[in-house]
């Protein structure tokens, strides 16, 4: 009877090892950029609470990638701060948020601006030696691209990048527009698209890393900290994890082989997946990957540009 359990056992650990491949759930993790600024942004603080809030409730350890230049130097430390307490891994997003693909930008000057933000946020307890780029520009020629990636290596830094870019930059201004004349339903309607914008963005970069990597990575998804999130973070998780998706760690996330991966494209950044099929020369790919101008005409066709 015994040895008939074990065989029906082993069978089914086999069966089910032969099936994982197909069935592994998907999997993400949430980043934020950038960072309140209290000086020009008055609910800065509760703001960044709610969003504490949402991922403590949801159990969500995150990463957030301040950058002086949007959290307004020390003024936003102590939000930042909250964030490092609450066990979020807090990295680099550079002192002035400055896009490296500007032909302006330098590598010696970027270099610079990527040290001034470090010697504020390294005391931090929960920091790492991640860079997110701004803009998710990594350089516009092959002497800053790789001579940025050299000076990482150098460093003990690493590229933080990500696999889901979307525009939530955009729908919160749009949100926020119609919040400040005071149409709430106009809001809520940009808030609901808002959520099946990132479902749309989390599928397509899944179906475009199954494409070229042969599989769904661990994903790590592109947000801010901004007003839009802060209010719609609960819906946000819910609505991804209806849609099969499963929250993971920062931690966990970035530790898929793909992040330390660098593509060769030129300009170089956006998601890596993105990049990974630019340097495979898929077909159909649109730049900038993500942008407010492919979002405004749907918006404005919805009656919801203000
Ligand atoms: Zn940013």
Redesign the pocket.
């Known amino acids: 009877m015994l040895s008939h359990f074990s065989s029906f056992r082993l069978i089914l650990v086999f069966v089910l090892s032969l099936w994982a491949p197909w069935s592994s759930a998907q999997t993400l993790a949430l980043t934020f950029?950038?960072g309140f600024n209290p000086t020009t942004q008055p609910r800065a603080t509760q703001w960044n609470a709610q969003m504490l809030a949402a991922l403590h409730e949801h159990k969500i350890q995150s990463a957030l990638f301040p950058?002086l230049a949007?959290m307004g130097g020390v003024e936003g430390l102590e939000l930042v701060a909250a964030w490092a307490q609450a066990g979020h891994l807090v990295g680099n997003?550079t002192a002035s948020?400055r896009s490296l693909a500007d032909p302006k930008v330098s590598l010696e000057w970027f270099i610079s601006d990527v040290q001034a933000a470090d010697a504020m946020v390294r005391d931090l307890p929960s920091f790492v030696p991640m860079l997110r780029f701004?803009y998710l520009k990594e350089g516009d020629t092959l002497t800053k691209r790789d001579g940025l990636r050299a000076w990482m290596a150098r460093n003990g830094y690493k590229s933080a990048p990500v696999s889901i870019d979307a525009s939530d930059w955009y729908y919160n201004l749009v949100y926020a527009a119609h919040l400040k004349a005071g149409d709430a339903d106009k809001a809520e309607r940009v808030k609901q698209r808002y959520i099946r914008h990132l479902l749309d963005r989390a599928a397509y970069y899944d179906g475009l890393a199954r494409e070229i990597l042969g599989r769904s990575p661990a994903h790590v998804m592109l947000l801010?900290t901004n007003q839009i999130n802060a209010e719609a973070l609960p819906e946000v998780v819910s609505a991804l994890t209806a849609h099969g998706w499963t929250i993971i760690s920062a931690n966990t996330a970035f530790q898929d082989p793909l992040y330390a991966q660098a593509p060769d494209t030129l300009p170089a950044g956006e998601s890596i997946i993105w990049a990974h099929a630019k340097a495979h020369n898929l077909p159909g790919l649109r730049y900038p990957a993500e942008d407010s101008v492919y979002e405004e005409p749907l918006l404005r066709d919805a009656g919801l540009v203000p």
């Open positions: 950029d950038d950058s949007r997003h948020h701004p801010h």
